[in-house]
């Protein structure tokens, strides 16, 4: 995948690398934004959870995506956790330099206007799906958010993190996709998800 911004413009503006370790949190839903953010190495999930533990992802972010932009360009607070998913290896920019960046480089900026849109739609088409209350058509929404291609593919996701990203009880999708899987919309072998 290509990164949002090559590695070495964002050293060059200068982003210095922190790492993390898996579980360590990164940004704290409430903080004040101050650097643009891209993974180098690993991966992070941002979510989101209530005063019981329960959780729901915002999304998740690998290698070459940056993540938590929005409040940047809004002098706005992170509205959600953000969480090193695997060790992890985060480009840091301050505000300023990369606001900088975007002056000038018009390509980058119309990128990250095409990016902030497709969240925008993501997040539309996301929350649709989750109004719906029937648990099968959430599931099946969130799998076809996660498919590459046409063909079956194995799901990367555990049930818990499917639970977190639609809503659901963990109880509900595996009761859920064991009726998937009877009506051959999804292949479990070994426990794993097939698309």
Known sequence: MKPQIDIQLLISYGAFCKEYEKGEIILFEGDDA?????????????????????????????????????PLFIDEKYPAFAMAFQNSKIAKLSKERFFKILDDFPQIQQQFLKLLARRIHNK????????????????????DSCKKNNQRELITFTR????????????????????????????IVNHKIYY
């Not at 991966?43 to 993540?67: A, H, I, L, P, R």
């Open 160 to 187: 818990q993190e499917i639970a977190n990203f639609t809503g659901l009880r963990v109880e509900t999708v595996i009761r859920t996709l064991s009726k998937m899987k009877q009506k051959k919309i999804v292949e």
């Open 34 to 70: 101050h650097f643009y953010l891209q993974v180098v190495e690993g991966s992070v999930k941002m979510y989101n959870s209530n005063e019981e533990g329960k959780e729901f992802t915002q999304g998740y972010f690998s290698c070459g995506q940056s993540f938590g932009e929005p």
């Open 124 to 143: 539309a088409t996301t929350s649709k799906d989750i109004i719906n209350q029937k648990p099968e058509f959430r599931i099946q929404a969130f799998l």
